[in-house]
């Protein structure tokens, strides 16, 4: 254990950020490194081992995402959310010929905004989709932003800073509509082992993930993509992938994402009681403390693993370091610029006054009721210095 972590006890609540690998999936991953580590490309004994451990991946990830046996679309390995995520919005974008117009949420990881800005680069229009206090698109915003020019729309299932649900199937139905060629990309970074994924279901084109959300290892993700859905590939070389992904596979960190998405899957339903529960808890203690603050997206449906508050009269950043100091480890974020920070785009989007400043409070497997139960007296305690 590092050294910072055994002089204070350490709560740590910034699951959204990323997590602790799960000591079962870091046993496959370096199982895997030491005993299959051939190239899957290889035609011997040792590449048909790596080239099975890539296979019981896909098919552990197929499973957790409700396209069991492939019927639906592919997945592609890639080296995490952001390279998913560009593959679904810049590489499918490239492939259009005619439409030249991007539609994205205004609460996007800058992993997709960033990629439709390099849409707009090439000469596309970008357009961003409103999203209401609630923090959710809706139907109106996507028949006033879609036209039969638009050949790209991303919306993400859970937003990563307010935890809000999207009714993709829904939305990518009206877009369709109005433009029936239109891709429609999905990030669900934050949605697997969160909430129920059905890509099958979900009415997207591409859908975007990640291993380090769930327990599993940094540097690797998917895209799934629906059969018929096209992306250009960002670069040449051995042809691996069908050609859309080259390069050798990152065999240990596919194998550790297969078998984190697996182990999200199995505990999914006892996993986001707990966390509600986590939610309900520091919820109650704050308002019996008489803390003044807001739930943020509060009446959205939303994922139970993030908790967003904005407290009244508390600069979100100092704030956040006076936790640390008691070993509460969470992220800051507010609608207007701190000296260290920009405004967050998302907090923005959905009217969180100025004067607040948000924490984004957010559990994992390791998180315990103690933890709880101590960081909200901590949360409590700290806040009251800076609004009493
Ligand atoms: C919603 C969302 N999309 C994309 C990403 C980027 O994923 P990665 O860090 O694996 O590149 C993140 C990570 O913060 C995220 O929360």
Redo the contacts with the bound molecule.
């Keep these: 254990m590092p050294k910072h972590m055994t002089e204070t006890r350490q709560i740590y609540l910034d699951n959204?950020?990323?997590t602790r690998v799960d000591a079962r999936v870091a046993s496959v991953v370096s199982e895997c490194m030491l005993e299959s580590y051939g190239n899957p490309s290889s035609a011997h004994c040792a590449g048909i081992e790596a080239e099975r451990r890539v296979r019981t991946a896909t098919s552990q990830l197929a499973k957790a995402i409700g396209d069991p046996d492939g019927s639906f679309g592919r997945i592609l390995w890639t080296?995490?959310?952001?390279?998913?995520?560009a593959m679904g919005v810049l590489g499918a974008g490239r492939t259009k010929k005619k439409a030249r117009k991007v539609v994205v949420s205004a609460i996007?990881?800058?992993?997709?905004k960033q990629s439709a800005a390099m849409l707009s680069e090439m000469g596309w229009e970008f357009v961003e989709l409103a999203v209401g206090a609630r923090g959710v698109a809706t139907v109106e915003a996507v028949h006033e932003a879609v036209d039969a020019d638009t050949g790209v729309m991303a919306i993400?299932l859970?937003?990563?800073e307010i935890a809000t649900i999207a009714p993709i199937a829904e939305l990518a139905t009206a877009a369709r509509e109005l433009s029936p060629e239109i891709h429609v990309h999905c990030?669900?970074?934050?949605a697997l082992g969160k909430i129920e994924v059905n890509v099958a279901e979900l009415g997207a084109d591409s859908v975007?993930f990640?291993?380090?959300?769930l327990h599993g290892p940094?540097?690797?993700?998917a895209l799934w993509l629906k059969n018929g859905a096209r992306i250009r590939p960002f670069w040449a070389g051995g042809g691996q992938q069908g050609g859309l992904r080259s390069g050798t596979d990152n065999v240990p960190g596919i194998a550790g994402m297969g078998a984190a998405a697996e182990l999200a899957c199995e505990d999914l339903s006892a996993r986001q009681a707990a966390h509600q529960a986590f939610a309900a808890t520091i919820i109650t203690a704050c308002k019996e403390a008489g803390l003044r603050f807001q739930v943020n997206a509060e009446t959205a449906t939303r994922a139970p693993h993030v908790l967003s508050l904005a407290f009244d009269a508390c600069p979100a950043e100092p704030l956040l370091h006076v936790l640390e100091s008691r070993g509460v480890l969470v992220s800051a974020g507010s609608a207007c610029a701190e000296k260290s920070r920009k405004p967050s785009p998302v907090l923005t989007a959905i009217g969180v006054p100025k004067t607040h400043g948000t924490l984004r409070i957010s559990f994992g497997r390791d998180t315990t009721a103690e933890d709880i139960t101590t960081a909200s007296e901590i949360l409590i305690d700290a806040v009251r210095s800076f609004q009493s």
């Design positions: 959204a950020a990323t080296s995490g959310g952001t390279e998913s995520d996007e990881h800058p992993a997709v993400m859970v937003n990563n990030d669900a970074v934050q975007a990640a291993a380090h959300k940094k540097g690797v993700g």
